[in-house]
Each structure stands twice: as C-alpha cells, then as structure tokens.
C-alpha cells in the first residue's frame, strides 16, 4: 500500500481529535567486509509506519511495519486505545497544521541506481589496494534509499526522498591501525583512488612511532574528529534543557560565550550537506544561525517548549561551520608544536552540567614540531570541554563534508586536555 | 508448505552449502514520564523474516517484510546471489562454519505475569506516581521514568533440520531525579539493567519507595563534595556499577570477532588475542569470569542463538588466566575451536547476525564477607554505585568511568557522599588490582540492553552479575 492509500485509512477510520502519522522507508544494500573478506552482505527494504493520536489532550502511539489492511486496523486500534487509557497530556500540543515546505534536492539518481555489484567491486578494488600495500582492510560499504512522509490531521503533508553512499576503510599494517571514509547523499562525488591513496599515505606517515605522556597541547582536530565532538556538544544545546537549568548553556543566549572563531548554521544553501526539509514532528527547516562569531544566538527549541515561551519552534537539522580556508601545513606553522588528530572514539559526557566530555583518539595521530610532521604516537584520552575549547581556536581550514550532515573545517586548538593515554 | 520449509528447500535447490530463516516478531511497549507529561506510550512492532545463506565461503542476508510464497521464494534468490557475490571476494580467504547438529527445541522465558497483560492505566498510573513522589522534594527540578517492556517470538530453521519455536520477555524499569542548584545539576537513577522475567519483578521492586531514595540522593549529590586531585585510591564498586565496567573491558574483549578484526572498522578490535589463551593474567585470582546463555533471568538466555546453536556455560577467565572467548559457528574454526559457543545475535528480523557477548559475570567470593566488612576493611576510597559516564579505547585496553553515585571511605567508614567522580585504568591493571570480593549472598545481575555493535548498528542485551567488590591503588579522582 503507499503513502497516499494509508493515509486515506487513517483519514476515512480514525475517529482522534488529532492524529500525526509518519511513514519511513529504507531500501539498503551493505556490504560489510574485514581482514580482506566479505563477512557480512546485507539486502532488503525496511518500512516503519508509526501514528500517534490524541483525545482531548491524551496521547497514545502504535507503530508496524507492515501496510496491509490488517496492520493499519492494528495500528488505528492499539493507538487510540492507548490514548484513551492515558491521562491528559500537561504539555500536549496539536500536531502542526499546512505548512509551506522547502524544496531541497537530498536524492542523487548516481546513488540511486548504484547496483549490488558496484558496491562489491568497490570491496575487491579496495581489498586487492590494500593486498598490495601489504595490509589487510576493513569496512562497510553502503547504499540507502529513504523516504520519510509525515501527515496530519491539522494539514501538514509532506514526503522527501533521501540517498546515501557511504564507503569506510580501516586499514591495518602490523602495529598501523588508520582509517578513512566517505559518506554523503552523492555517489558522483566518490572517488576510490583519492581514497585508497589518502590511507596509505596516511599509515605511510604512522609507521614510526613514539611514546608520548598526556599534557596540554595544540591540537589540529581534522574535521572528522571534530564533528563529533561537536554534535555530542550539540545534542546538549535543547533550549528547554538550558532553561531548566540542566546544561551550561543557561542565561547564555545573545552573550560571546563561545571563541569569536567559532559560527554554527543550519542551512539547505550548502549543497554538498543533506538538509531534511522538515523534523519528525513537523518542524520546518529554515536557515538559522545558533552559533555566530561566538555568540550564542539561538538554541533548539521543541514545539512545546516554543508555545511555552512565546518563541518559534526550531532544530539543529545540519551542521554548517565555516573555515578560515588555512591548510594543515600553514596551521602547524602557527605554532612551536602540536598533534593531528584523525578520529576520535567513544566520546561520552562526564559532567553534564559543566559541558565536559571524555573520549580517545583513533586511527592516526602525529606530532608535529616546527610545521613538520616529526611522528606518529600512541592514542590518548581527553577530558574536554568542547565549548571552553572553542575559545582557544587558532584558526581553522576550509569546510568539509565530514558526514551527509555536517560541513566544517579542521581546527587549530591550543591547550587540548588530554589526561591519560593508551598503551599502542 | 510453510514458509521455513519453502525457503530452506529453496534454497538447496539453489545450491546453498547452508542456508537458515528467521521469522521474528518484535514487540515493544514504551512508557516515558518526564515529570507528569506522559511524553511517549507506544507499542511497536517489527514483523519479517531473514535469510541467510552460505555459499563458497561467503554469507548472502536478505530480508522482507512481506509474507506470501512469492516473497519467501523471491528472498531466497536474493540472499542466495548474494552470497554468491560475496564468494567473488573470498576466493582467497573463504570463511567457514563450525560443525553443528540439528535441534527441535521450543523455548520460551519463565514469566509469570505477562507484562503485556498487565493493564496500561496500572502502568502509568504507577510512574506517575514514581514522578509525583520525586518532585514532592524541593530542588528536584526533574522526574523521569521510563519502562521497556520487550518480547520475540521467532520460529527458525536451518537446513541441519533444526526447527526453533523461541518466544522471550524482558522488561526494564529506569526511574531518574535531577537536582539543580544555582550552580549545578545532579542526577541520580535507579537502574539495575532488563532482566528477562516478567511483571512479578515490577511488583518486587517497591519503586515508590525507591522514587523517593533516588530523590533524597540526587539532593546529596548536588550538594555532596568534588573529590579533587587524581590519587591511587582503593574502590569499591557495586554490582549495578561493575555491571558495565566488565561488559566493556572483559565482554567486548573477549567476542571473538572482534579478537579476529571483524570490527576493526567501527566497534574495534581486542588486546585478548589467541596466543594470549591459557597463559595471560588477565586479572588476579580471584577473577573468575563465566559466560552463561543458560543463566535464569539473563538477557541472553534465548534457548538458542541465531546460528542455531544452544545456550551453554562455560568460562572465559578463570583464576585469573583467559581462557576462551564468546564465539559464533563462522568465527570459531578461526581459532582453532571446534564448536561455536553460540553467541551469535542478531536484533531485529531485518539484521544479519553477529558475535555478541554472552551473559558474562563475576563468580562471588568463595569466603564470606559483606559490603559493610569490605569497608570497614578498607583505609582510603571511593564506593561506587550505579553507572555514569564511560569510555573504553578501541582496543579495549584504556577505559575512564564514572558512576552514579559516590561516597568517600576513610578509616572503615563512609565519611562523605561525593560527586563527579571518575576512575581511570587499563587491562590489565584494573582486574589484577582486585583483592576482594564479597560472597555469593551479594551477587547480583545487571542487564545490559542497549549493546551498541556491529555496521549497521545492532543493539543487543545481556546480563552481567557480580557481588560488590574491591579494586586497590586505582587513580581516582573529580573532573575537571
């Protein structure tokens, strides 16, 4: 059944003051290989429809996977039953009604048609690169095709279709551990070659290694390490939240409590980034600055804290960091010395309150002294506070696509805190 | 014909070398209360089938939602082409199965209420009142409470003839407090993990009078001490604390995929490597770790795992020396082993199977003693209960955790609540530093069920246990 048919059965039988139904669906193909095999291959399409419904402010949902009429009468039934049996809701809010939703091209037909037999040539051709160098790899190669539609009954009505390519290679070389990956919405934009080369230079460059204690030191964050740090920041920056109290964005909004190098937008106007029209809930993605020139300018706000507090409804759909343009070579010049860091892993909060996080670095980091790479160390923990590290920004490079959602440049950030480091 | 005999036909007379099929159910109730606002009750659920199929040392997955012979048939094909791709690339490093026999089994999870019998406005009614009791406190700025409750029911079949009839429960109630102050922010939770078991648990657990022990220690807490400078302290650690301290550093490290460079791409790899078997001390004599899929209660006591294979026991450390890992019928031959110890998990219909960690715990202390003669018997730390923040490098060596809730010993007593603690420590520094554990009378599990593995992502569960125990000269001290 389609979109358009289950939303006419929820129309025509439901019997909800208000309804909101989302239909998703992920066609996929991953192959997913390791020490120079394929151990995993993976094909099928997934659908999930989920409604949520209200009686006077009582709230109950239902979701299924499957779209035949037995599943929606399921669906309808354990939904409003729920609700019926649910107290009324304090912080209910109707579902949002017609809205003007923003045209965005997330689909490229590139992706679109890649074929299983692609992928898995993108396998042998990254294996027999990897065979030859002497080494082994691992990865995932990967291809979506997702379709998210959300209808209410106030009027909202909206389907986009997304794609996604994604090919990661970790490449091990006897103590050499490094990684590399390419994700986004275009396939047209992969390039194998650049890729394979980029990760043996890069376990080239970590052959020689040296011990190295923790301490304080400038750091070079590639982009890669960097969102990541940063979206854990980001997934704390709920304008509720921080009224409440909870985070150490409090009382924040409109003062420089960031480093005047440092802006955070959410924006459909970088087309390399994947920018969902809508969130799940019906709000409306539009151009919006949340961090500019260090100044906290805005933070997410939900759909009921909004009507609470008199202000528009809002989300952190992308990441958008703009760069100074600096390469690696020119920022290892701008200080005596420092370290690269590729990756970060297993990044988790330590104080919620105070924005601190823990987490190690991975698959490559290297030091540098007198703007040249001297050699590679071991990994190293750090206890961090991404916010406070923003005002230590030196200068950053010129934007990258990290992940289908986030462009943003590496960082020079003096006085990174590491505090433990690992034994390889 | 029925859909397992169909695809397992099929896919002989394709040609499959060994072929399996799945037909799983998922269903998940969900209740979340953020302070009185019901924010979410949903019942969710996930119905297909899985086919996997072997061919030429390589696997081929497909999956479908749609049950008819045609889609059965059609998914077959699929899973079948596509272990036949796959073989392309292993032409010269060709994966291979550990022996197994065939099983007619049914099991199911010993429950006596079943949760989803249980009526809904009971439910609410009483994490509503859990949230009425903790915001009753003045400075609690914040109640949440959340219960999961969980079922599958899978029929599976395998061209060994083995016919699996599988249903399992498991339930997890979590209930938080947040205190604020003009210049903090504590929480403090009740978790003691999922078990698999049913309302009669819930009942046992008094929560109202919990809600309000939560409450009270999130009010200490915010106001409680920092501790200050790093320093070798002994730690006392409970087992709703040491629950994810063995899950990390023991139950990831010792998934045999991971030991073999599996998950070298995303979950990582593992320091535990085979020349390390029978010979490595990984943690002091006391150190005695048991896998166990048979273990009541456990989240990963499934009857069998998704290769087919039955639960077992078996150790992993014992006196202190590794010596095996958790194991799956295409990583076991790897190593030399001639059975899969059936680790071999798969969430949803829609995921392929990996090697997950079993239900894994610390045998208790064989001499008696209590948390209280444990204390009295320790000079100068930190007792550590419930789970806070946690990291582990990707080689499961380095970790830095955290916890819920802290309090200083000095001389043999509890001298002061403390908060932002953190431990720092490596295998296999930490497990050999373990020069106490209290007896069996203390032992207690901890289920784990959100396991975050695998490309794609899968989220398994299972069961951890200990009695509390102590770990000396580990660097503890505040954050930053």
Known sequence: MNSEKIVKYIQTNCKADDWSLNISEDDSHETRFAQNSITQHISGATKEISLSVSFDGRKGSCSVNQDNEESLAYLLKTAEDIAKLAPVDPEFVPSEGKKDIPEVDNCDPETKALQPKQLVDIVQTSINEAKKFGATVSGLTEKHIRSDGLFTKNGFAGEFEYSDFGHSMTLRKEEVETKVSYEAKKFADFNLKDLCDKLQHQATTLAVKQNFEPQKIAVILRPVALQELLWFMGWMMDRRQSDEGFTPFTDKIGKPFFGDKFSWYSTMQQPQLLSLPYSSDGIISEEIPWIEKGILKNLPVSRYWAKKINSKPSSAYNMYIPGEGYTEEEMMKMVPRGLIVNTFWYIRSVDTKAGEFTGTTRDGVWYFEDGKIKYAVNNLRFNEIPHDATRRIISTGKSELASPSSLLPAMLIDNFNFVDRTTF | ?480
Request: charged fraction near 25%; glycine fraction near 8%.
């Open chain 2, 1 to 480: 014909m029925n859909y397992l005999d169909l695809a397992m036909n099929a896919a002989e007379t394709l040609g499959a070398e060994y072929a399996d099929i799945r037909i799983q159910k998922t269903i998940d109730q969900v209740i979340y209360l953020q302070n009185l606002s019901l924010k979410h009750t949903s019942n969710d659920v996930q119905q297909g089938y899985g086919i996997r199929v072997f061919k030429n040392g390589a696997w081929g997955f497909a999956h479908s939602n749609v049950f008819s012979d045609e889609a059965v048939l059609a998914t077959v094909k699929k899973a079948y082409e596509t272990a036949i791709l796959s073989a392309e690339v292993n032409k010269d490093k060709k994966l291979s199965l550990a022996p197994e026999r065939s099983y007619l089994a049914t099991y199911k999870t010993p429950i006596k209420i079943d949760p989803f019998n249980v009526p809904l406005t009971e439910k609410i009614d009483l994490l509503l009142e859990v949230n009425r009791v903790m915001l009753a406190y003045e400075g609690i700025k914040q109640a949440r409470s959340l219960l999961i409750m969980h079922k599958d029911e899978k029929l599976f079949a395998n061209t060994l003839g083995t016919r699996l009839d599988l249903s399992t429960h498991f339930i997890n109630p979590m209930i938080t407090a947040v205190a604020v102050t003009e210049d903090d922010s504590q929480s403090r939770t009740f978790d003691e993990g999922g078990r698999a078991i049913g309302w009669e648990w819930i009942l046992e657990l008094d929560l109202i009078n919990i809600a309000k022990q939560i409450a009270e220690e999130a009010l200490i807490k915010v106001k409680a001490d920092t501790l200050g400078e790093e320093q070798r302290r002994a730690l006392i650690l409970d087992p709703n604390h040491l629950g994810l301290t063995m899950h990390e550093s023991v139950g990831h490290a010792t998934e045999l995929d991971r030991v073999l460079g599996w998950e070298a791409d995303y979950a990582g790899v593992s320091f535990a490597t085979p020349e390390k078997l029978n010979n490595y001390q990984y943690g002091s004599e006391l150190i005695n770790f048991v896998g166990d899929n048979t273990l009541e209660g456990g989240l990963a006591t499934l009857g069998f795992d998704d290769d087919g294979v039955p639960g077992q026991k078996w150790y992993i450390i014992k006196d202190g020396i590794l010596k095996e890992y958790g194991s799956t019928r295409d990583t076991a031959l790897e190593i030399g082993l001639n059975s899969s110890r059936g680790c071999n998990r798969a969430t949803y219909y829609f995921n392929q199977p990996i090697n997950r960690i079993p239900n894994l715990y610390l045998l208790p202390g064989t001499k008696p003693l209590t948390p209280g003669e444990l204390i009295a018997d320790t000079e100068d730390g930190v007792y550590i209960q419930g789970r806070g923040s946690y990291s582990i490098d990707h080689h499961r060596i380095n970790f830095q955790f955290g916890g819920d809730f802290f309090w200083e010993i000095k001389n043999g007593k509890l001298l002061r609540p403390l908060k932002k603690v953190i431990y720092k420590s490596y295998n296999p520094e930490f497990w050999n530093s373990c020069d106490a554990i209290c007896d069996e009378r203390f032992w207690r599990p901890f289920g784990v069920v959100n396991c975050g593995k695998g490309q794609p992502s899968q989220t398994a569960r299972m069961t951890h246990g200990s009695a509390p125990a102590r770990f000396r000269n580990i660097r503890v001290g505040g954050s930053q």
